[in-house]
């Protein structure tokens, strides 16, 4: 009763009717009269529909002012935000929907707050997400809330492919990809310029090359040529032909064959002498291949007018040959480009090199460096071991190694060599595959378009060898 006086006798007071004490009985009695408690209900009811209306409309204002953030898209690549009501607030929504999202390939679903598909377009999207409060009626209008949603464009969209200079004496092709056989074994290998070099329509600095010798050797080489060298394309070609055409000549293939005796007396005597023969062996052969391959790239600098540090390139190169005993592997490198050797059943990995990083070297070292011959860890560059059987042999450039090993510490983890072999099985984001099937007459296409695969922060060359 008290709230009736209080509203009624504002509403006196708003007409300039004021109830003084001495009428307050009768002002009492007036509103208990039953010809006018029908009014006071209607403006009771009337009072009560205008503070409800109230209510909503300053509902509708706080949602309309509320901040609402959904995470940022990016064009292609699938996306899903879902909108939290209890955490925002929102239980009195009972109708929900979103005006924009279809026109760049997106969908929302009322029933779990969740917006879902893959953007066709980039840029800042303005949508509105419509709503009806539990409050208003069925037919009621719904309520728009304007918002942006920003979608970022691909990134490998912002990446240029521009055609290097044909016409520039030291042109060569911008991506190469072979597949051929190589002894008892296949060989598939790629090389492809870096978008960073694409962007700019620069050059491949990578290269490689392979051979099968006439003594039953075969050779794999794989050189990076350093970004920082205006002429390192040219010095990584022709590291990698140098390290080959010195195995083919006669006197290279005269000293080889005298590995077999050495290896015989090896496996007859397994002792520290013979085994010191052994290294001997291929430290001599393998480092007379390294220091001409080293005074080559002295020679032409000379005769181009260049200095030997425009010709810096890393240099990674193994021989092997098939034995009784199994498979003979030689190796060297110089730089931070990997080589290994899987067994038959992929349980164990065999690194042939060590890398000029982290302890070692501190950074990265060139075939091109003089100093490298004279350091006391020259000998500590060639490898030598033999293997009963293997499934894979391995030599990459840092393209393909600092993405998909990342550090040093991993090389020597069969695990990380099994995801990668799942990796070029098709179990990476892209779903590309390389089916390793020397019957596969596509293998060479599949590497290929592997090797465009999307790292980011890794746009180098990229070059990998597999022997299978």
Request: aromatic share 10%.
């Amino acid at each position: 009763m008290e709230d009736i006086i209080a509203v009624v006798d504002s509403l006196f007071r708003n007409r300039g009717i004021a109830i003084t004490d001495d009428r307050k009985a009768l002002f009492n009695s007036f509103l208990e009269a039953e010809r006018n408690q029908a009014l006071i209900d209607v403006i009771m009811q009337t009072g009560n529909l205008l503070m409800a209306g109230w209510k909503q409309e300053e509902r509708i204002a706080d949602l309309q002012q509320q901040l609402l953030r959904i995470p940022n898209a990016t064009v292609g690549k699938d996306y899903t935000a879902t909108l939290d009501f209890q955490k925002l607030g929102w239980q009195d929504m009972v109708q929900t929907a979103f005006s924009g999202l279809e026109a760049i390939g997106l969908a929302y679903d009322p029933a779990t707050g969740q917006i879902s598909g893959t953007p066709t377009q980039s840029g800042d999207i303005p949508l509105q997400f419509l709503y009806r409060l539990d409050t208003e009626k069925e037919d009621a209008s719904l309520h728009a809330k304007s918002l942006t949603l920003t979608v970022n464009p691909d990134p490998k969209s912002l990446w240029k492919n521009l055609e290097s200079d044909t016409q520039d004496p030291y042109w060569k092709e911008d991506h190469v990809t072979k597949f051929a056989p190589l002894g008892d074994r296949h060989i598939v290998v790629s090389s492809k310029r870096g978008r960073s070099h694409a962007n700019v329509g620069s050059f491949r600095e990578d290269d490689f090359a392979f051979d099968s010798l006439e003594n039953g050797w075969q050779i794999v080489v794989v050189a990076d040529g350093a970004g920082s060298a205006k002429l390192s394309r040219k010095g990584s070609a022709l590291a990698c032909a140098s390290v080959v055409e010195y195995f083919k000549e006669e006197a290279a293939k005269t000293s080889m064959a005298g590995f077999d005796a050495v290896l015989q007396q090896y496996l007859a005597q397994q002792e520290a002498a013979t085994e010191k023969e052994l290294n001997n062996f291929v430290y001599n052969n393998l480092g007379k291949a390294a220091f001409t391959t080293h005074k080559k790239l002295e020679v032409f600098a000379k005769e181009s007018g260049a200095t030997l540090k425009d010709l810096s390139a890393t240099l990674i190169f193994t021989l092997w040959k098939k034995y009784e005993a199994g498979y003979a592997f030689l190796s060297f490198g110089v730089g931070d480009c990997p080589i290994a050797v899987l067994n038959r059943d992929v349980t164990e990995v065999t690194l042939m090199n060590w890398l000029d990083v982290g302890e070692f070297g501190g950074g990265t070292r060139f075939i091109t460096m003089p100093e490298i011959f004279q350091n006391k860890q020259f000998a500590t560059r060639f490898g030598f071991k033999l293997i009963d059987d293997f499934s894979y042999l391995f030599l990459m450039s840092d393209g393909i190694y600092d993405p998909k090993f990342v550090v040093e510490a991993a090389l020597p983890k069969i695990s990380k060599w099994q995801e990668f072999l799942a990796d070029l099985g098709g179990n990476n984001e892209a779903g590309t595959k390389v089916d390793l099937n020397p019957d596969n007459p596509e293998i060479a296409q599949q590497l290929s378009q592997w090797m465009d695969f999307w790292s980011p922060g890794n746009h180098d060359d990229r070059t990998l060898a597999i022997v299978f």
